[in-house]
């Protein structure tokens, strides 16, 4: 257990440090198109090989400013666990996000891919998911995604939904 902890704590910190390195590098956009912002998500899906199980995660993460109106740099981390057995396990993510030009309430969709690690079992592979990024207001939002996390012949079929808090700003 004591692993566990100190995977998260620094999946934690890592996510935090990245986010706060790599906003400020992006300043050459005016605070008005600031959409940089801290996430955190909830999601139910399954886990698919030769068989299939049920499973939950939930997390944090943080996404930069976007470079050209259109990529930005995403990471995460979080818990995965199989709700039959109750197991575990903490995983990091990092990728980029590739969004469509806003709507008029400021309403964006997106493609997103990257990199994830199962620090405490050393697994790696990648992911692959689309959504939608909704602000209720500048200081609120609400974040779709579906996503598919692979692990060498493993796929972690997702429905995830997360808050989004603006860094700066406004977040539309």
């Known amino acids: 257990m004591r692993t566990a902890r100190w995977s998260v704590g620094f999946a934690l910190m890592v996510v935090a440090t990245f986010?706060?390195?790599a906003t400020p590098l992006q300043g050459q956009q005016a605070a008005s198109e600031n959409n940089a912002h801290f996430f955190g998500f909830g999601a139910v899906g399954g886990a698919f090989s030769s068989g299939s199980v049920a499973i939950a995660q939930f997390g944090i993460g943080g996404e930069t400013r976007e470079f050209g109106?259109?990529?930005?740099?995403t990471g995460e981390a979080g818990y995965v666990t199989n709700l039959g057995s109750g197991s575990g396990t903490s995983i990091l993510a990092?990728?980029?996000?590739?969004s469509a030009v806003p709507n008029e309430k400021g309403d964006r969709f997106f493609f997103t891919g990257g990199a994830i690690l199962f620090p405490d079992g050393g697994a790696t592979g990648g992911y692959l998911g689309i959504g939608l990024k909704t602000w209720a207001d500048?200081?609120?939002?609400?974040?779709?995604e579906a996503r598919d996390?692979?692990?060498?012949?493993?796929?972690?079929?997702?429905?995830?939904?997360g808050v989004m808090i603006p860094i700066g700003a406004s977040g539309r």
Do not use: E, N, P, Y
């Open 69 to 73: 109106k259109a990529v930005s740099f």
């Open 94 to 98: 990092a990728g980029l996000v590739f």
């Open 149 to 161: 996390q692979i692990i060498s012949d493993i796929h972690l079929l997702m429905a995830r939904i």
């Open 19 to 21: 986010t706060a390195i």
């Open 138 to 144: 500048d200081r609120f939002g609400i974040r779709f």
